[in-house]
């Protein structure tokens, strides 16, 4: 029975909490037991705080009780581990960060908290947020809810939120925070079946994130259904005088967005993502083009001339980011300390014992880019051609409201399936141009392919559209009618 | 060709593009293993023998892949490091929070009378 109560929506959640027909405490509860249940399996989680979500809950029953609900009153939550959470484990998968306990709450998740959220653990990412499979968590990956029909072979859930992704497909959460670089929380969305937010730069603040690339850092959620994306968005957004790359302008009411009606929308399709497309990818994307056409809106061509480069260019700058704000790992005011005959070994051997491959990959592309003799070369053009990828999306949004394009460029994959870094970074193409210009994008689950996987459609507007993006993603929501539940093998 | 009236710096700016293609093109993409070594140094990571050697391929391979940047032609493009446009709101520049040295001791590796411990800088 209480395993049941893990079905609802959080919308559904919200309407039964208020009404009294079910609490806090026996919600919280059905999702510990489920994460208790499936996590030896799914290794979604890389902490569980128990104790604190039965707390939270019985102190959001009160106020239930007392009709002074939040928005988010009981609603229980998984954090990606890249948020600081107060004296609660916050290490972004990392062994560089071993033992770190913050003395601080980001601000994304303590907006939560203020709205009345329960927090149930902590969810497992790639280390750092570098990767496309949640491989590179030293917590070691986390397991797709999703499989191939008829087979038992272990998929990836995408990353770098891969465990958010994970977790609220296997409904082990009503809802989790995920965050985007280059992809991280679309890429994972699509491959789990699950509805995922990237929304403008600055529209969340980053303050509290453990950083990864600062110009390109957002965080989102990561929920079951585009309302519930827009209920737990309005929560996690707004301006934070702690960061001041954070938008000063108001939160609206995403809920209020999705009104079902996109007559006269227009809807741009950048022909330059259709180059070699797998069929299932495409037949999907023309079905989506389709869907949004019957329900009245307005589908155009549009050109992103640059399209080929934003893979690139992301794959020079978020490494250069990376690299200077992973300097900051030195053994001395947290986490993994290896000692050496002076400061410099010491330096030297934490980060080489604390950084997994791909996180030391990543620091020395960063560090050769920014280097010496090389700094314009690379460094120098990718901003160039950053910039020239941006005014791409402004032109097209002089023209249209909307981008729909595929998230992925294939399903979930195999665990060790991938394992050259190049053919891991090509997960990231139809995501990273977004990241690059800081503008909202959603990916939606719109279908399976034939081997019975989830894939997702991308959702794109220019700059604090996201009203846009959540009422033609309500839309695809609707029309697509993905209802299918991945089967709950970790249960026998 | 036809010249604009262009700024002196404009001129500059036209005259570094045409000297930072010029080097784009003359770089040698592979990464040999004492270049390994020096960004290791400067990033301040360890390697081993072994790691050197599949760093040197694995990162020849991807500076390689960026060469693909020098088809575009940026010679009057500004770099960008657009995150968003929004001119960020000032505040006072004053102390907001501080006085936390215990907060911030609490997970130092090895700190002592207040201060963080590190092995012996100078002799």
Known sequence: MTTELTRFSIAEARTKLKAREVSAVELTQAFLRAIEVANPALNAYIAVTADKALRMAA??????????????????????????????????????????????????????????????????????AMGSSNETSCYGPAINPWRVKNRDRALVPGGSSGGSAAAVAARLCAGATGSDTG????????????????????????????????????????????RDAAILLRSMAGYDEKDATSADRPVPDYEAALTGNIKGLKVGVPRQYAKDLSADIEALWQKG?????????????????????????????????????????????????????????????????GFGAEVKRRILIGTYVLSAGYYEAYYLKAQKVRRLISHDFDTAFGEVDVLLTPSAPNAAFALGEIVDPMTMYRNDIFTVGVSLAGLPGLSVPAGLNDDGLPLGLQLIAKPFAEETVFRAAGVLEAAAGFTVRPESWWTS | MVFKRASWRARVFAHLNAISEFIFRKIPMDIDKQTVRHIAGLACIAVSVSEIQSLQGELS???????????????????????????????????????????????????????????KVME
Not at chain 1, 85 to 102: E, K, M, N, W, Y
């Open chain 1, 59 to 128: 102190a959001c029953d009160e106020r239930l009780a007392r009709g002074k609900a939040r928005p988010l009153e009981g609603i229980a939550l998984g954090i990606k581990d890249l948020f600081c959470t107060r004296d609660v484990h916050s290490q972004a998968a990392s062994r560089i960060l071993d033992g770190f306990r913050p003395p601080y709450e980001s601000t994304v998740s303590r907006n939560l908290w203020l709205d009345g959220a329960v927090m149930l653990g902590k969810l497992n990412m790639d280390e750092f």
């Open chain 1, 183 to 226: 992809g991280s929380i679309r890429q994972p969305a699509a491959f789990t079946g699950t509805v995922g937010v990237r929304p403008t730069y600055g529209r969340c603040s980053r303050w509290g994130m453990i950083a990864f690339a600062s110009s390109l850092d957002q965080a989102g959620p990561i929920a079951r259904t585009v």
């Open chain 1, 289 to 353: 083009i389709d869907w949004l056409r019957m329900e009245g809106a307005e589908i155009r061509d549009v050109d992103l001339p640059h399209a080929d480069y934003a893979l690139p260019v992301y794959y020079i700058v978020a490494p250069a980011e990376a690299s200077s704000n992973l300097a900051r790992y030195d053994a001395v005011r947290y986490g993994l300390r290896v000692n050496g005959d002076n400061i410099a070994a010491m330096y030297e051997n934490s980060r080489a014992k």
């Open chain 2, 61 to 119: 391979t991807i500076i390689g892949w960026f060469g693909k940047l020098n088809e575009v032609d940026t010679s009057d493009v500004e770099p960008s490091s657009r995150a968003s446009e929004t001119t960020p709101r000032m505040r006072e520049d004053a102390v907001t929070e501080g006085d936390r040295v215990d907060d911030i001791l609490r997970n130092a590796p090895a700190s002592q009378d207040r201060c963080f411990v590190v092995p």
